[in-house]
């Protein structure tokens, strides 16, 4: 096409079969589009900015090069990663670029949520959170990790999914993204540290883990009132 262009043809029908992909099923409405339309200094910019295209392609392409050959150490890692629903490896080289391969920096996965600010605050008042805003942290992390989470939540059943569909009743779109995000950090560090692939834990896990720790706040309310609770599943 950039070669047709540099010549100067403005042929309607030589421009229309240069159409690729889907667009080659409309060249009748190009052909009749570019008739009388399409001059010669028209084909003139065009071939400037399809030069410049041609120019970020071999960039990008020199850039992706470099970026794997220093990520080439940590392949094994990337290619674990990459088993987290929402994770794109690279998504997975990001996050390795960002928080390394030695989790042992980090005591817990919290220390991890918590430097890369993916920890909502809790302002609490009468029992009621009034705020769950997070601090500013690692912006580049921080949209990886979201950008995952937004392919995690498209995920059929998947436990970050299901998590996303519980949240985002109470909390809206956002706060729910971002809550699959600190999810996926805390994934993340138990992959990398444990030297494992993700294991899916099913749709049902989160609401499992919700309603435990709901039955595990009401226990020891009640032990702190002086009760001894004795748990009985009803039939």
């Known amino acids: 096409m950039l070669t047709a262009l540099v010549a100067g043809t403005t042929d ?6 240069l159409a690729r992909g889907r667009l080659r099923t409309k060249r009748p ?5 570019l008739a009388g339309r399409f001059r010669g200094h028209q084909a003139f910019l065009v071939s400037q900015m399809l030069a410049h295209l041609d120019d970020l392609d071999e960039a990008i392409a020199t850039v992706t090069t470099q970026i794997e ?15 987290i629903p929402g994770m794109s490896q690279r998504v997975a080289e990001v996050v390795v670029a960002e928080i390394g391969t030695d989790m042992t920096v980090f005591p817990t996965d919290r220390h991890l949520a918590s ?3 993916l920890c909502p605050g809790h302002h609490e008042s009468a029992g009621r959170q009034k705020s769950g805003r997070t601090r500013k942290g690692n912006r580049w992390l921080r949209a990886a990790l ?9 995920t059929r059943d998947c436990a ?6 519980r949240l985002v009743r109470h ?3 956002n706060k729910a993204v971002v809550a699959v995000a600190h999810a996926l950090l805390v994934t993340i560090y138990h992959v990398v540290a444990r030297e494992t692939v993700y294991t899916e834990q099913g749709a049902a896990y989160f609401d499992a883990r919700h309603a435990e720790r709901v039955t595990q706040r009401a226990v020891h309310a009640l032990e702190r009132q002086g009760y001894r609770v004795v748990l009985e599943r009803a039939a």
């Open 12 to 17: 309607p029908a030589v421009l229309a079969e």
């Open 29 to 33: 409405a190009l052909r009749a589009a």
């Open 69 to 83: 050959e220093v990520l080439r150490p940590f392949a094994a890692v990337v290619e674990r990663l990459d088993t």
């Open 115 to 117: 430097g890369a600010a």
């Open 146 to 154: 979201v950008q995952a989470a937004l392919g995690a939540i498209g």
């Open 160 to 165: 970050l999914a299901a998590r996303y569909r």
């Open 171 to 173: 909390t809206g779109h």
